[in-house]
């Protein structure tokens, strides 16, 4: 069993930046990779960004526009995703998941799933 816990959400105005981080606890898949998705009120929960257990990457291109950076610690079992230049539509709960395998950006595809942070972008 994996455990994942999200951290780093909060309030932030327009423009402003967040550093979220996703720890893994539990039983670590020996080759494993972690996607961001997130899902606002209202929406379907939509892919992020998402790198493996070789560091590839992979972005929703049109959403992160070049914003956002994903990035992992091997020593710490933890994977980061930094947001620039937010936006009030990136507000949103923030989840990170993991699955054996290539980094996908199909959301059925990973295995375990975190709580969600929430992210709000104020204008």
């Known amino acids: 069993q994996v455990q994942l816990e999200e951290s780093g959400g909060g309030l932030v105005q327009a423009g402003g930046s967040l550093r979220l981080s996703c720890a893994a606890s539990g039983r670590i898949l020996s080759a494993h990779a972690v996607g961001w998705f997130r899902q606002a009120p209202g929406k379907e929960r939509e892919f992020v960004a998402a790198?493996?257990?070789?560091?590839?990457?992979?972005y929703n291109t049109d959403l992160v526009k070049g914003r956002f950076t994903i990035s992992r610690d091997l020593a710490k079992n933890t994977v980061d995703l930094q947001m620039n230049g937010l936006k009030p539509e990136d507000t949103a709960v923030y989840y990170c998941a993991t699955r054996a395998g290539r980094a996908s950006t199909t959301g059925d595809e990973y295995d375990y799933w975190g709580q969600g942070t929430q992210v709000t972008v104020s204008s």
């Open positions: 790198i493996s257990w070789l560091g590839l990457t992979r």
